[in-house]
Every structure is written in C-alpha cells, then in structure tokens.
C-alpha cells in the first residue's frame, strides 16, 4: 500500500512512566520549556505521573509540547477508591491520555473490555487516547503478532465510529522491544505499521486507503535509531520512555521528528 503526501503532523510521544519525583518532573518541564529547539510542525506530548500533571500542564501552558495522563478509570465517577476520573483529567485541561499500555495490561489487570471503555470515555470527553497495542516475545516467535494485533484493535474499538477512531494515537508498541538495548528493526515494525493501517482501513468503510490513522511507534527509542524509524512511510511519530528524561536525546529526537517529512 503506498502512502498518500503526509498530511498529519508527525508525532513525539514521550511517557515518563514512574520515573521521575515529582520535582525531578517539574524541573525536566522548565528545562523543556526552554528550549529553543522546539516548534509546532510537531505534535508531541509529555505523559507524566498523576501527582504532578497539573504543575507539568502549567509550566508548559505557553509550550508546544502538551501533556497527558498515563491512564484513567474506565468508570466516568463514582465508588472507585485510588482511580482517576476522566473529569478530573479533563478539569485539568490535559488533551491526552494513554491507554493500554503493556505495563498496565500485565501489571494491574487492564483487559480488552476495561480498555474499550476507557477508550470511549476518553473520546466521549474529547480527550485524545493514545492506545497501546503490540505482542509480546512469544507471540513474535510463534508469528502470531499480526492476530494480537488484530484482536487488541478490535475490541479496543468495539463501538467506536470512524470520527473518533482519527482521533486516536495508535502506539505499536511491541512489548519485547520495550525498556531494551535496541527498538524493533525499522522495517519490521514500518511493516506491522502498514498492517494496522490496512485493518484500521478494513474496518471502516468510509476510510479510502488508512492513511488518515495517526500511528506511532514505542519501545526502545534512541537519538540513535528514531531517524531510521521516522524514515518509515507508515511510521507517523514515535513514543518514547527512557530517552524523553534527558533533555540532549529529548531535543535530538523532536528534531528528527520535525524533519521527519524529508526523510519519507
Ligand atoms: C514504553 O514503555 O512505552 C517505552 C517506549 O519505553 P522505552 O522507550 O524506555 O523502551
């Protein structure tokens, strides 16, 4: 499948996990909003812990750069003791927030059916998910990537119109490539890549050929290989763990991504 002339903005993603205290956070934001580097032919977005989104949010309030929660409650409110409601995300006046994430998924028992409705309460609140799909190692080797692929798709889905499914951030995100020495090969995962468009396409019939998905890839990004991944026709942005928590690779991969449109 041949990509049409790019007309998103390419995308940098960086989540900051449990890394950061929450001062470390702050001074990471006030050094990011300082840099002179950055600009808007990209869409990028920090993902920091929830104790200090707001503080984040307001040191970024004159930036480029938004910020987004890593996770939400998948009820809107209620008796729901140690959650985050989508309101307060909202109140907050975040854009994003992230969805699905392995961790999650492995850790702390998100399922297909918690991540289907945390996905519709996030669009039905108009925030942008940013939903994490990808295999982990054993099922690379048995070479059933593409069938966890689909069904994570599928019933992340369940019940999302196309209007709302363009506004979600697809993050590939193979789980054997995450928190490693290397990310997937960058023809491996351009490859995965076009094989989500093509069933993003296939689900929705008023899609013409999937290019309007907005589809990143995560795991193991460095200032060292993001140009070889942004180089990738079907790879939109990239999300980013450890390499977004130093501002010298932070900088070197916004600019690959701002350039990214030269590479294709
Ligand atoms: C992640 O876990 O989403 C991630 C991309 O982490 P890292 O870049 O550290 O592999």
Redesign the pocket.
Known sequence: MERNDFMKKPIFGA?WKMYLSDSEACQLATIINKSTILNDSVESYVLPTFTVLDRVNNILSDCVVNVGAQNMCYEHSGAFTGEVSVRSLVEMGLKYVEIG?SERRSLFNDTHVSINRKVKLALENKLIPILCIGEDLNDKIAMRTNEVLEMDIRTALFGVDYEAAKEIIFAY?PIWA???QESAGAEYANNVHMFIRQLLNSLYDESQNGDEFKIVY????TAGNAEQLMKQPHIDGV?????SLDIESYETIFRIVSESQDLK
């Not at 995560?218 to 990004?221: F, L, M, Q």
């Not at 999300?239 to 390499?243: K, L």
């Open positions: 989540g994430h995100e995450i928190g490693q995560g795991g193991s990004v999300f980013v763990g450890r390499s």
